[in-house]
């Protein structure tokens, strides 16, 4: 502390030692409404605090419980084309109009997925990657190099980049004689 605060702490402290009794009951009473006023502030703080943090909760289950809306709006037309499909095959059985109908949904279909980020792994003829595909299998071929996907029993899905399902595969091996 530098001298002059210290003098004013001096004199301070002179003064409150100079007060008469009514003059420091008036000084308290100030103290305590001004404590009382901090403390309504700390009441209404913590109030706002716990509304926020209970409307933020009802937020996270609204994201949680509704969080696929736009994705289920978007499949509802694969849904319908489905459904039109079926009820054309049930009646109609031109097998060429059917192919076209079902070639159509798929389009649609992979549109829609597209649009959410869902990703086909479709991996013919890549090399064997363990961590994007599941081998079922090896198959001797003479055509493709060693660890290479041979045959795609069901292709895999990824999501924004990460994986969903992997694919199930052939990997392919060389002959026996080579």
Known sequence: MNEEQEQAQEQEERCL????????????????????????????AQAELDNLKKRHQRELEQAHKFGLEKFVAELLGVWDSLELGYQ?????????????????????????????????????????????????GMVERDDLPPNTVAEVIQKGYALNGRLVRPALVMVSKAPAGA
């Not at 097998?95 to 649009?115: C, F, P, S, V, Y």
């Open 88 to 136: 054309a095959a049930k009646e109609n059985h031109d097998i060429d109009k059917l192919l076209e109908g079902t070639e159509l949904t798929l389009k649609m279909l992979a549109d829609t997925m597209g649009k959410f980020g869902v990703e086909q792994i479709d991996p013919q003829g890549e090399p064997f990657d363990p961590e994007r595909h599941q081998a079922m």
């Open 17 to 44: 030692d100079e007060l008469s009794a009514e003059e420091l009951a008036k000084l308290l009473e100030e103290a305590r409404a001004r404590a009382d006023e901090h403390w309504d502030k700390v009441l209404r």
